[in-house]
């Protein structure tokens, strides 16, 4: 592991290995789609919410790769997808072009 060499209000400088030793993976995840069903507060009926829509991307190794965007974009459920916490997706997720899977 790294040591802490500097620390700045708005940076942390760690030294690391130039080839750490992990596995060298590609995430891709291409089309996602996911809805779920909630229930609406003013018909107290069950509706299909989109939560994803076509969602393509890829983390290769060495990225550094960064989720961003508003409140209830659908960044937790993405990540979520892509750990396989959350199967009710639909879509290809891929480790090394081989079907991801928990």
């Known amino acids: ?4 060499k500097e620390h700045t209000e708005h940076f942390v400088r760690v030294e690391s290995p ?11 995840w ?9 229930k609406n ?5 069950m509706e299909d919410k989109r939560i994803l829509s076509n969602v393509s991307g890829a983390a290769r190794p060495g990225q550094l790769l960064v989720i961003m965007g508003p409140s209830g974009a659908g960044k937790s459920s993405l990540l979520d997808c892509l750990s396989g916490r959350n199967s009710a997706v ?9 079907q991801w899977s928990r």
């Open 1 to 4: 592991m790294g040591q802490t």
């Open 18 to 28: 130039l080839e750490p030793d992990v596995p060298k993976i590609t995430l891709q």
């Open 30 to 38: 291409r089309e996602l789609t996911l809805k779920l069903a909630v």
């Open 41 to 45: 507060p003013s018909t107290k009926r």
């Open 90 to 98: 639909e879509g290809a997720i891929t480790a090394n072009g081989v």
